[in-house]
């Protein structure tokens, strides 16, 4: 993120007349549709022709704003559950889709985005004379993946031109023959224009798809722990997933039904930073955790698990935020209860988390995926 102005220019300018094809599962809201969503109209602004190609249905609606110049092609073949042999069928059709969108296309590269995409993009373009750059934007070592997926995983992405991931520990996860063209980018940080501050109601917030990885029901139990000496706070926790049932259940059974609430995914992207006190993020693991610098940005005081990775990238603990060890209910139960009992420490690390994030403001990650773009256009002819 070291890019002057004018080399990041200079970057940009190189990338006038390509034609760039993304591929991604889907277009709903996440950290990763967010990040293809900000380098997409970034490409398309600099002249570029950009191709998006989803797995969806088509009558599927992104949830983030695309400029109508981009080309959204929707194969309807989504993730589904099927048998094996139903799966398998489903996998050659997505291959057989993909490849046949890309070569319409005509890309001068492709990027694609999320292991299990990654990998059908890869064997999608075997034979045709166009590089691949795969983007992980999760912990690779701990994703729940099935033995053929990351067979085919470490058997293909040697073959891709280059591998983008959020951070220096994901990058080293792979062998030398995958990670010998790497870049290692974070997720920039877009708060929604226009936002307001609207606080002051004693909220903590959590945000994310409600799954095993974030952590939510070590979240609820470790709430239930300060919640009595902290009548007057509730706990939100925005977003919507499989585990919404158990979760609920869980907040039942802890007593918690009239101090959490989970509203389901917000109206519009971000908005959550309007009416959130304290933030906290209690994932088991993380590819990047976009959310906790969201919450930085937008000056809140945040509280997060030291999980592997990304939070340990953007927070210095006692400095800029709070964080405490992977999977330590009682340490997060200590970590909110200080934070809630002291508006004095709430206003520091907020001053603090506010300028750490600058870091991470989009011009300069987007200089970033520039010079990859621009490396990759420049590369030998096939």
């Known amino acids: 993120m070291n890019e002057s102005p004018s080399s990041s220019a200079f970057a940009a300018s190189r990338l006038a007349g390509a034609r760039i094809t993304i591929v991604v599962p889907a277009l709903g809201a996440g950290g990763t549709e967010h990040v293809v969503n900000l380098i997409a109209n970034h490409w398309i602004s600099v002249g570029c022709a950009v191709t998006l190609i989803t797995l969806e249905q088509g009558d599927a609606r992104p949830y983030y704003d695309f400029d109508s110049r981009i080309f959204i092609e929707r194969l309807g073949v989504p993730p589904q559950r099927a048998s094996k042999l139903r799966s398998g069928a489903l996998v050659l059709q997505r291959i057989q889709r993909l490849r046949s969108s890309i070569r319409r296309s005509r890309p001068d590269f492709v990027l694609s985005f999320l292991t299990r995409t990654n990998v059908l993009t890869l064997l999608a373009t075997i034979g045709l004379a166009v590089p691949v750059i795969v983007s ?7 994703q729940p993946f099935g033995p053929a997926w990351k067979w085919l995983q470490r058997s293909l992405y040697p073959r891709a031109f280059g591998l983008v991931t959020m951070t220096k520990g994901a990058l080293d996860y792979f062998p030398e023959a995958t990670r010998r063209r790497g870049w290692v980018i974070a997720n920039a940080v877009d708060l929604p224009a226009g936002w307001q501050k609207r606080r002051g109601n004693r909220i903590v917030t959590a945000v994310g798809r409600l799954t095993r990885q974030k952590g939510f029901d070590l979240l609820l139990e470790a709430f239930a722990r300060i919640a009595a000496k902290h009548p007057d706070w509730k706990l939100v926790i925005w977003g919507e997933g499989e585990d919404r049932k158990s979760l609920e259940a869980l907040r039942d059974a802890l007593g918690l039904e009239d101090r ?16 959130a006190d304290v933030f906290v993020l209690s994932s088991r693991y993380e590819g990047w955790g976009i959310v906790l610098l969201e919450a930085m940005a937008a000056g809140l005081p945040v509280v997060s698990f030291a999980c592997e990775w990304g939070p340990t990238d953007m927070v210095k603990h006692g400095e800029d935020g709070i964080l405490v060890p992977n999977y330590d209910v009682e340490a997060l139960a200590e970590a909110l209860s200080n934070i809630i009992g002291d508006a004095a420490l709430r206003d520091r690390l ?25 490396s990759t256009l420049e590369r030998p002819a096939v």
């Open 136 to 142: 992980e934007r999760n912990n690779p070592a701990l």
């Open 350 to 374: 907020a001053i603090s988390a506010a300028s750490s994030a600058k870091k991470y403001l989009p011009e300069r990650i987007l200089a970033e995926w520039d010079a990859v773009a621009a």
């Open 260 to 275: 959490v609430e989970m509203p389901g995914v917000t109206e519009r992207p971000g908005l959550w930073v309007e009416t």
